[in-house]
């Protein structure tokens, strides 16, 4: 008697964020470990088609980045100084333009009635 296992990927847990900052007490649980245990209390024979634990798991993710442990919270305050110019740029980019003139849109006609000899026209602005 055989038993067929299909193919077990086991993956640590990741935690993504994105954002402008990233602030505050507490802390972020993101296992970084996986592991298989197989315990077989049958008579059967077990036939393993496969096992990946992928050789990085786990972790916080800040807006791409990965977040550790060894680079402490300064790499998180550093990201947030980053974010805030970044964001600060656009914003101030997209509320005053330079260079850039808004669109404008003008519309004519110039038409002849039977009883006029020189044209008619009219303009509007859109």
Not at 21 to 35: F, K, N, V, Y
Request: proline content about 6%; aromatic content about 8%; hydrophobic content about 35%.
């Amino acid at each position: 008697m055989t038993v067929d296992i299909d193919p077990i990927y086991a993956d640590a847990g990741r935690i993504f964020t994105e954002g402008v900052q990233l602030e505050g007490g507490g802390a972020w649980r993101a296992p970084s470990d996986a592991d298989v245990k197989i315990i077989n209390y049958t008579p059967a024979f077990l036939h393993v088609f496969g096992i990946t634990i992928p050789d990085e798991n786990g972790g916080l993710f800040f807006n791409g980045v990965l977040e550790t442990h060894q680079l402490g919270n300064a790499d998180i305050q550093s990201h947030n100084a980053q974010n805030i110019i970044y964001y600060n740029t656009i914003i101030n980019a997209a509320d005053h333009p330079s260079g850039i003139s808004p669109p404008s849109c003008r519309a004519s006609r110039k038409f002849l009635t039977r009883t006029q000899r020189s044209p008619s026209s009219s303009s509007a602005t859109c």
